[in-house]
């Protein structure tokens, strides 16, 4: 009887833990998209520059917890430097600094996740790490061109992704800009509805 009890306590215990971690989590991305909306309407800021006192806000996916996951972090070794496309010539440098595997909706999915050369160089984004990201959203729900995940080197094997944190490049925005392009080999056969959907008209 004591044992059962004590089995009992711990599935509680788990559950509350695990409710207390979704709780913290939604706030966060909820924080996030907060101050994505500030930073849009911020002239020094946004990609519309003079026209941001003009922006209407992002149009979001609900915020879900199922989106957020926990993904198996396998570091590269020895990666090479490469120089990832974009939407115009420019062609930054980006070496593939791991993979995370991980399950969404009962499917497999892998994700190679990228380190800018030049922003390692700096103490604000040596720790940065860049997910851009396709899925079966864009184009039609989302961006046509793909969305980009921040992330930071994880302390060990396992690496949160939350998509309800994924947000749109600023070419999506202002066609000046020069916005990365994600790699074939980011293309999730999901529907990620998390984040933000594609710009208002």
Do not use: W
């Not at 996030?32 to 806000?57: I, T």
């Not at 969404?104 to 050369?117: A, D, P, T, V, W």
């Not at 302390?155 to 949160?160: A, E, F, L, Y």
């Amino acid at each position: 009887m004591k044992r059962v009890y004590y089995i009992f306590i711990i599935g509680v215990f788990l559950s509350l833990a695990t409710g207390l971690r979704g709780q913290e989590q939604a706030q966060t991305a909820a924080e996030f998209q907060k101050e994505l909306q500030k930073q849009y309407r911020n002239p020094e800021k946004s990609p519309l520059k003079d026209k941001a006192k003009l922006f209407k806000g992002h149009n979001f996916f609900e915020l879900d917890s199922a989106f957020c996951v926990e993904a198996v972090f396998i570091r590269s070794l020895n990666a090479l430097p490469f120089q990832m496309k974009t939407t115009t010539s420019r062609r930054p440098t980006y070496e593939k600094f791991g993979e995370a595997t991980f399950t969404l909706f009962g499917k497999e999915c892998r994700l190679s996740i990228y380190q800018n050369h030049k922003l390692r160089e700096t103490e604000e984004y040596r720790n940065h790490l860049f997910l851009p990201f396709t899925d079966l959203t864009n184009g039609d729900e989302s961006y046509g061109g793909g969305r980009f995940i921040d992330l930071v080197i994880p302390k060990g094997d396992t690496i949160v992704i939350d998509f309800n944190k994924a947000y749109n490049p600023y070419c999506a925005y202002n066609k000046d800009y020069s916005c990365p392009i994600p790699p074939a080999e980011n293309d999730l056969a999901v529907f990620v509805r998390a984040g933000v959907k594609k710009p208002k008209k």
